[in-house]
């Protein structure tokens, strides 16, 4: 066991409040800052995207035993379905019978959260702000204003939990050999929202991923237990099919006629959402050191912040919970060691969830409807079924293992290396269940 | 002619004097800030690289007529004296006969600027620190202290030349779509001094840009008029043969004996220079846009910062006022234009120099001490005077010329693809400068 330290978490987001859970079950004291309002009592809504839990973040909750509370709130979702203009839906599995993610709404998980957390003692301080920490003697700077008069709280250790614009990492940031990069996609997203029907039914298929992929945009949807879909236009701030071409409704009426027909009766209130919704804009945020000394470390977007095309920030976040727990576990009351550690196992596994995440937008708006990829990833599960010790996908790799981002990324390069030499072969649309692939797959994977 | 203008420069660095000078002689009003004290007023030294003017710098100063008196100050470099343990002396030409740096220090030329500025009529206001700025207002806030009083000083147009910790910067890295990194070298570095002999001569001969290569450290030093040297020692700050493994006297004086032989009668003071000067620290910092509408744009270091190896901080940040100032004789006074063109044209070439930066390390300190590139260097020379107008090496291109950093860059990369496969010819070595080396020069060209 650990020594009892008194610690304060910045941010009251999904990965702060989890993260105050296991702390206070470890015996410490643990106040949680937020800038916000309580989230339970606000209406929280217009620029999210849903979330989606897969193993990894399971993993976290198991341990705490709140997998079965969560579950309640959240839907399974085992496939993508592809919309294409006046086609038939084409669902893709996501991975083996039985596998599935789980869509959850934001506001609704966190709050959910914060109730768990309160229950087992932590103790929040909501509308809290945070401008700046000393690093060396953990004391958080807080108060009304930036440039108003500020509090010092002193603590033991500090977490910052406080997401991609982290103020405790603004503070790190400025010391000598702390590397850091923001940078934004062209790509902006803007939250649109589909009714229950009348009798509280969904109007799509809820256990699907819906995506309506258009090559340099796409919508998404995602069900929420009631009835309704979050749903998540992706496209360019600038240029051709735009946020900055659709300034006018009837531009934008036009816009959604000819790209997404079939959304005409599930989207009734698409202008009203479109124009009052923000459009919000996506970075990816790399940066290291993770930690000062044995006093402050970042956890969760603070230290890695990602585009959300994997669906992988929270069970990211959630994962560097299990490693700096696993960290805790072994070094005890060394919290030098155990920072260090955590940040060297997390540091490459969050550099590669930000590379695969970066790659499945296009994956996601060009691949789901290019006909050689679908093919591919026949082939791909026709073997996995057939070797399953040799060929697990990248996708199954990252959402339903607990292998490390970093292999994951590595092996899914060297399948896809194998696999452009088995789309070359002649003929493949019609051979591609046969022997002489299968036997061809089988030698590739051994010149590893 | 532009309409007169209220112009806030913050910093009083080189390019920030510079720039002051320009944009006084167009006819605006010129503030200049900065935070430290008049370096005319001070005692200058300890953790600054001596700085080489090349042309591109010069060019900015040719533009106003300071070219003869900024001469006055420095002494041209038109070689690299390679020192290599027990061996002789080997001199590497720079470039053509007549072609040379200039090594010039850089609180002297700082110095001399500020002079300058002030006769031509700018303003300085010394230890006035800026804090932040509200960009859209182009309005200064500046204060004795960070959570002092603030004042509020209005301007037309503010500069940020505040260097790569720049405070103006800062402010525009918290808007959206603002591309921000900062990257530290695992090197590090620290002034030394080499003082003049008692008849005021130099100790080696200073038309050489003196270099002790040891592969992942190196020592350099670069000549002062007064017949002293400032010497500079890169190498890691920790692991083998680091500033971490030399916190000890005896280990210095072991480490200098055993690397650096030669300099143990032109180092006298090394014990008291090494631990009293301090380690500095070595960034990479790049940016994007440089500039908030027509209001604020970013110059020099504080738009990117890049590492010394290749001396052209200053050449860099003297070459964006040599563009601005084309932009500004273009466009009048349409402010917007001016600030966009200038960061379109310049990025690219930031970028490039940013590059060609950190690969010269490894030239300098590895490949000036390496037999085969020095024969690879051997063979350019001698192809590029025959043929002039097919080959002008990376070097003369970077340094002598005013062709952008980005072609260099890709023009450099193409030359030495040729030079890869030249170098791989049987026999080189003594077939170096015949005929079937120049045809099949020459045919590889023409693959371009």
Known sequence: MQTPQKIAIVGSGLVGTLLAIYLKKLGHTVHVYDRSPDIRKINFSGRSINLVMSNRGWRALEKIGLVDEIKQIGIPVDKRAIHLPHEPLNYQYYGKEGE???SLSRGNLNKKMVDLAEQAGVVFYFNHKVWDVTLN????????????VWNELKYDKIFGADGAFSRVRHRMQRQSMFNYSQEFIPLG?????????????????KNSLHIWPRRNFMLMALAN????FTCTLFMPHQGENSFETLQDKSKLVDFFAEYFPDTKEVLPNLIEDFYRNPTSYLVTMKCYPWAFEDKVALIGDAAHAI???YGHGMNAGF???????EKIEQYGD??????????????PNA?????LSYRNFMEMSAKTADAKFLLQKKIEKWFSEKHPEKWVPLYSRVTFSHQPYSEALAIGDFQNQIMEQIMQMPDIENKWNSEEVETKILNLLQKD
């Open 100 to 102: 599935a993610i789980f």
């Open 137 to 148: 003697t953990a004391t958080l700077h807080e108060g009304e204003e930036e440039r108003g």
């Open 189 to 205: 997203y803007k939250e649109l929202h589909i009714p229950a029907n009348a009798d509280g039914t969904h109007k799509l298929d």
């Open 225 to 228: 237990p009631d009835g309704t």
């Open 307 to 309: 585009v959300p095309f």
């Open 319 to 325: 994962e560097d919970i299990t490693i700096l727990m």
């Open 334 to 347: 060394d919290w030098h060691t155990i920072f260090k550690e955590y940040q060297l196992e997390r540091k």
């Open 351 to 355: 550099d590669a969830i930000a590379e």
